[in-house]
């Protein structure tokens, strides 16, 4: 589909407006192909020329869009996720340019928040962060070492699938109860295991999964194998692809295996039409690196 820049180029003009082409500054649709290679199109009612790039995350990109669309498919189509190192590798590119690519494509993720989701919802928390028998003897903490740790937690919907992952300060009471309200409607069933910062939630049925005890799933069917499921892949992705996750960028990562996740319905060109059609706004270096 993408044997040369300009089928690139072309493949790209429809993915933002699928319907009819849009100025991005003023939303007007009133434009019309300029013939211009970089600034294909010009708005009638702003007077300027416009590419797919602007008013994108990819604006003040000088890469070829080809580049662009491998990182893009390799992104959505690994499914313990894509290194920098690696994309770079592939992709001709310096290893701080991949980053910054990979970065702004998972800023797509970070803003789906479609939840509360359905009837049945399993949660879980889990910490992530190095084993302490991994490190040097100096750096180990001893007792210490789980507070160490990133708190993270999750939500599942069970009829759909779809997955919503945060980083938390911690799992106290009001911080479980907050994300649970953020993804769970009321009526609705929870089901989760036995830590006590779930206790108490209102308005919601709790089914409860002691794993303390060894259970798995209950004669009733309560079960979050489906949520730890997604911890399986993620910590596999960590360990395995990035081999360290920085605890400032750790919920871009989140977002990007919650988004894969959730858009495996669809064909990869239609995935990879939703992510270009999402890259709105702008996100410079500086801003991740401060």
Known sequence: MFPDEDAAREQFGKWPWPDERRCPRCESQDTHVAGQRNMLYRCSAYRRYFSVKTGALMEE?????????????????????????????????????????LRRIR????????????????????????????KHASKRLGRQAMSAKAVVAAARDRATGRASVQVLHNTDRATMHWFVGQHATAGATICMDAHAGYQGIPGVEHLVVNHEAGEH?????????????????????????????????????LGSFAGRRNMRGPDTVDQMAAVVAGMAGRLSYQQLTA
């Not at 004669?219 to 489906?226: I, L, P």
């Open 61 to 101: 990109s000088k890469l070829p869009l080809r580049k662009w669309v491998f990182a893009i498919y390799l992104e959505l189509t690994s499914l313990k996720g894509v290194s920098s190192l690696k994309l770079a590798r592939d992709i001709g590119v310096t290893q701080k340019t991949a980053w910054f690519m």
């Open 107 to 134: 800023a797509v993720f970070q803003s789906d928040g479609d939840w509360p989701f359905g009837d049945v919802v399993e949660f879980d928390e889990t910490h992530l962060g190095g084993r302490e028998k991994n």
């Open 217 to 253: 799933v209950t004669w009733g069917g309560v079960t979050t194998n489906s949520v730890e499921s997604f911890w399986s892949m993620l910590k596999r992705g960590i360990v395995g692809t990035y081999h360290r996750v920085s605890r400032k960028h750790l919920q871009s990562y």
